[in-house]
């Protein structure tokens, strides 16, 4: 027996959990008892993927407050007639999700990738679900609080794939793109430019770092609406020859393996694919102990941590880093190790299947009973 799989993500552009969806698809695509669908918005990038037997439907879909999504959604579902409908939690799709589970009476499960807080009224959301599953026990922490009553309740972490972030290094390429000196150490971060990120406490710790070394380049690549506070900060410190707004960049996997620093000093983080990205190249981090980010990085073994605001902590430990090249690479090592055994795409690919199979042959059961 086949099991049809629906897969909604809602999510615009091809990273965090989008990606996720896609390499997760890709795997399932070679298990011959499973078939795949996937719904997602006209407007998203992920619709161009090019599976190789999964069929893509498109919606409108104008974000979280269009409630007729679920219109939409619904005779999506009428026209696949999935076993099982697997919600991936973006933009609004696990209130829907909920919703067209309790519609449709088909086994749903949905994936929790961020830690945020949520109110109590979740419960109703999250009791609609056959399973709940979190990236990171960071998350699972959070999410099971409104989950009494699920009966799956688990971790499956996400992956990251070695082909793609495994690329040579090409220093020229990135001095050139971004107008580096030849001799500087490079610090970067990937995130959106927001409060939760930390990109303001790197910007302040940068200053303590150029007084003690000069031959130092800090690349803060995303989006977001604190963009102009943020160059501002910069500019009122001074460091505009040093730090540098880089904006989006869609080559993450290009620029990585030419990177000296990965510094991720977020608020919080349900696990952060960045940090799996980082390690796959080898790459020394910088982070702090929030959410699911301990169960990558494990301070002085396979990073250095810093608590959540430390300024202070942030510029000290990237002076330390700075010098002890070492010990740079001795985290890189470690984390590399760690994200290859205990990351790939195969085994959250397998976990995912094991969880479909059990809700659909052991709901059979039951019925049969």
């Known amino acids: 027996m086949s099991i049809r799989v629906l897969h909604i993500e809602l999510g615009i552009h091809l990273h965090g959990g989008a990606e996720q969806v896609a390499y997760l698809i890709n795997a399932l695509e070679h298990h011959d008892d499973?078939?795949?669908?996937?719904?997602?918005?006209?407007?998203?990038?992920?619709r161009h993927t090019a599976f190789g037997h999964c069929e893509t439907h498109t919606i409108k879909y104008a974000g979280e407050s269009d409630f007729l999504c679920v219109k939409r959604l619904l005779e999506v579902v009428n026209g696949v007639n999935p076993d099982i409908i697997h919600v991936h939690s973006e933009r609004g799709s696990d209130v829907w999700g909920a919703m067209l589970a309790k519609i449709s009476g088909v086994p749903t499960v949905c994936t929790r990738r961020?830690?945020?807080?949520?109110?109590?009224?979740?419960?109703?959301?999250?009791?609609?679900?056959?399973?709940?599953?979190?990236?990171?026990?960071?998350?699972?922490?959070?999410?099971?609080?409104?989950c009494e009553g699920v009966e799956h309740q688990r971790v499956i972490y996400p992956a990251v794939d070695l082909t793609e972030?495994?690329?040579?290094?090409?220093?020229?390429w990135l001095r050139?793109?971004?107008?580096?000196?030849?001799?500087?150490?490079?610090?970067?971060?990937?995130?959106?430019?927001?409060?939760q990120k930390g990109q303001a406490d790197i910007i302040l710790a940068m200053h303590d770092v150029l007084n003690k070394h000069e031959n130092v380049t800090c690349l803060l690549f995303g989006e977001g609406n604190l963009k102009e506070s943020?160059?501002?900060?910069?500019?009122?410190?001074?460091?505009?020859?040093?730090?540098k707004l880089c904006g989006f960049t869609k080559e993450v996997a290009k620029i990585l393996p030419n990177v000296d620093i990965l510094v991720h000093p977020s608020y919080s983080e349900g696990l952060g694919d960045i940090l799996l990205q980082a390690g796959a190249n080898k790459c020394a981090v910088l982070s702090s102990p929030v959410g699911g980010i301990p169960e990558v990085i494990k301070h002085k073994e396979t990073g250095v941590m810093?608590?959540?605001?430390?300024?202070?902590g942030i510029g000290e430990s990237l002076i330390s880093l700075i010098e002890s090249p070492d010990e740079r690479a001795q985290y890189g090592e470690a984390l590399y190790k760690l994200v290859t055994s205990k990351f790939g795409i195969e085994r959250m690919s397998?976990?995912?299947?094991?969880?479909?199979?059990?809700?659909?042959?052991?709901?059979?059961?039951?019925?049969?009973a």
């Open 34 to 46: 499973i078939s795949l669908h996937l719904v997602c918005a006209e407007d998203s990038e992920i």
């Open 114 to 146: 961020i830690d945020n807080p949520e109110t109590h009224f979740s419960f109703y959301k999250y009791k609609q679900f056959d399973a709940v599953i979190s990236v990171s026990e960071g998350v699972r922490k959070v999410v099971s609080l409104h």
């Open 165 to 172: 972030y495994s690329q040579r290094k090409d220093s020229g």
């Open 176 to 195: 050139r793109t971004f107008s580096i000196p030849e001799n500087h150490i490079v610090i970067a971060n990937f995130a959106q430019y927001t409060s």
């Open 230 to 243: 943020y160059q501002s900060l910069i500019e009122r410190h001074k460091l505009d020859e040093h730090v």
């Open 306 to 312: 810093v608590a959540p605001g430390d300024i202070d």
């Open 350 to 368: 397998k976990a995912y299947a094991d969880l479909y199979k059990t809700l659909v042959f052991n709901g059979a059961d039951n019925e049969h």
